[in-house]
């Protein structure tokens, strides 16, 4: 059967959907300040007639809506992102955000909109027997929005079998969907690295113990964990981003500390704690080499993104019905970027997929101060998560209005 009439429906009310990004995008907020995103999203839930929630970790909304049959008993959850970063925009399209230093520059506005399109189609259609469960986030860029909805007893509030999300992706064509069956997204973790030498003289670096050459030492050596002790088949990735130690002003001072940050990416949680295992005696034992405190201060933020087979086998297939195979990558190489939805995912089965919105090629990738949402796949986000909805938790026969 085909259902290009889901797509062709949505599409009647395509303009409406991109004015509403760009009226996001033009209103940018941070993570857990979303006060006019929420109140956007609150106000159009609440006209197409859904049960809403606001204030569900701090500044996510819930909407909650029952199909033509509420007999299955079950429920699904769609997640959508509201947040924005902390770029200063550039460019000069006339919905460029009002903000100085704030901008959508991960397509978030998109994924907004797009779930808003959801609501709407559902609202009309309801073909489905149960219930469905839209989760406007708030501050998934770094500060654990979706853990905060779920210390808010998301889940105990708002019961769902499933949860699905999807998220633009520029390095895929335009209207090309992407999954895995496995993981998608790296765990993030972050390490602080703290040494004390004894500084000095820079003439007479005898009688320092300088922080500098322990630094590099412990860089260097540092670099070596991923590429002897993870194995060849795992994707492991330990970054130093950033050191700080002396004053370029003072040529001749060798300082008494140095510091470093960095990242550490995995997908395995055994290969997770022996890189964790195998930094601690690096530093133990680079310190015990030159006779020096050295403290490392790690921290695990955001645990891997894995899709549950069976649901990023359904994402596949809805997308075939959808957009033909030629449109469907269903192994998609996982990125070593976090996404919280992390989190979710950990507590019920579901999968998190890629929507193609091209732009790479020229530039226009995540985070980046010139990125725009591509609007022409909004229809395709919508369609993809209203037919998640109508697969999972289908009419019974003589009910299906398609």
Not at 3 to 23: C, G, K, P, S, W
Not at 269 to 298: H, S, T, W
Not at 328 to 353: C, H, I, K
């Amino acid at each position: 059967m085909s259902y290009q009439h889901v797509l062709q429906a949505i599409n009647m009310f395509h303009d409406e959907l991109t004015a509403v990004r760009r009226d996001i995008h033009a209103h940018p907020e941070l993570g857990f300040q979303e006060v006019r995103t929420s109140a956007l999203v609150a106000r159009t839930l609440k006209a197409l007639g859904y049960e809403v929630h606001t204030g569900i970790g701090r500044t996510g909304v819930v909407g909650v809506l029952a199909g033509k049959a509420n007999t299955s008993g079950r429920s699904i959850g769609l997640r959508a992102d509201m947040d924005a970063l902390p770029i200063n925009e550039s460019g000069s399209r006339p919905y460029k955000s009002k903000r100085d230093g704030v901008m959508h520059a991960c397509g978030h506005d998109g994924h907004t909109a797009i779930m808003l399109g959801v609501a709407r189609y559902l609202a009309e259609t309801r073909n489905f027997d149960g219930r469905v469960v839209l989760i406007f986030q708030p501050a998934e860029e770094g500060l654990g929005g979706a853990q905060a909805m779920l210390e808010d007893g998301l889940f105990e509030r708002f019961h769902c079998d499933a949860v699905y999300a999807l998220h633009n992706w520029p390095s895929l064509p335009p209207g090309v969907i992407g999954v895995n069956d496995g993981p998608m997204m790296a765990a993030a973790d972050s390490f602080e690295i703290f040494i004390e030498g004894r500084g000095g003289h820079g003439a007479h670096a005898y009688q320092t113990n300088d922080p500098i050459v322990i630094a590099a030492q412990l860089i260097s050596a540092l670099q070596t964990i991923v590429s002897r002790n993870v194995p060849g088949p795992e994707a492991a990735v330990l970054t130093v981003s950033a050191v700080k130690a002396g004053n370029l002003e003072a040529m001749n001072v060798i300082p008494h500390t140095a510091s470093m940050v960095g990242t550490v990416r995995t997908f395995n949680p055994v290969i997770q704690e022996k890189i964790v295992a195998r930094m601690q005696e690096v530093v133990a034992g680079i310190a015990a080499a030159f006779q020096a405190r050295i403290e490392l201060n790690y921290k695990r933020l955001f645990p891997a993104t894995i899709n549950t087979p069976s649901h990023a086998q359904r994402v596949a297939d809805v997308a075939r019905e959808l957009f033909g195979e030629e449109n469907v990558v269903d192994n998609l190489t996982p990125s070593m970027g976090s996404e919280d939805f992390s989190y979710m995912l950990q507590q019920r089965p579901g999968a998190f997929f890629r929507l193609g919105q091209g732009g790479a090629e020229s530039g226009c990738v995540l985070h980046n101060a010139a990125f725009d949402f591509n609007d022409d796949v909004i229809p395709h986000g919508c369609a993809m998560l209203v037919r998640l909805v109508e697969r999972s938790m289908p009419l019974a026969s003589g009910e299906n209005q398609e």
